[in-house]
């Protein structure tokens, strides 16, 4: 019986080490994400706000993925996800795991958009993909969607003024 025990257990333990660990999403009203938008560092951070439902976010989004890995030493990507609450389970966790997401993904999830939209940039309309890249000695904020080429060109002009 004592083997019996200790061989559902081991099956138990072995079939749960097969399973990938569960995505574990950060949500924030704005003011948790605002943080995202003001880091101080050395690093120059690219802070693209996307979801699932927007096809030119899913079409940008992996330059933003490129960049991230090809500027790991200076450059921090950050997604903020403006996917719907009810969706995180059945299209923003699927899509995160799917396109193996390496950037940092954080949720916002704040009604208050006419609040919170003129906190990003007072020019932003509330229309998506938007991005917005800083460092210690300047930002700008894009309303648009780039080529790998065009972010990496834009990326660029903020290495010289640091």
Avoid at 51 to 75: G, I, M, R
Avoid at 78 to 107: A, C, G, M, R
Avoid at 116 to 130: F, L, S
């Amino acid at each position: 019986m004592k083997y019996l025990l200790v061989l559902v257990i081991l099956l138990n333990l072995a079939c749960k080490s097969d399973q990938k660990d569960p995505i574990i999403l950060e949500v924030h009203d704005f003011t948790g994400i605002a943080p995202y938008l003001e880091l101080k560092g050395s690093k120059t951070y690219v802070v693209n706000f996307w979801a699932t439902w927007c096809a030119p976010c899913v079409k940008e989004l992996p330059h933003f993925e490129t960049l991230q890995e090809n500027y790991s030493d200076s450059v921090e990507v950050i997604l903020v996800s403006l996917d719907f609450p009810h969706q995180y389970e059945t299209k923003l966790k699927p899509f995160i795991q799917k396109y193996n997401l390496k950037s940092k993904v954080v949720v916002l999830d704040d009604p208050d958009m006419n609040s919170w939209i003129p906190k990003v940039d007072p020019q932003w309309d509330g229309a998506i993909p938007v991005t917005l890249i800083y460092n210690a000695s300047k930002r700008l904020f894009y309303s648009r969607t780039f080529t790998y080429k065009e972010l990496e060109s834009e990326l660029k002009t903020f290495f010289k003024n640091l």
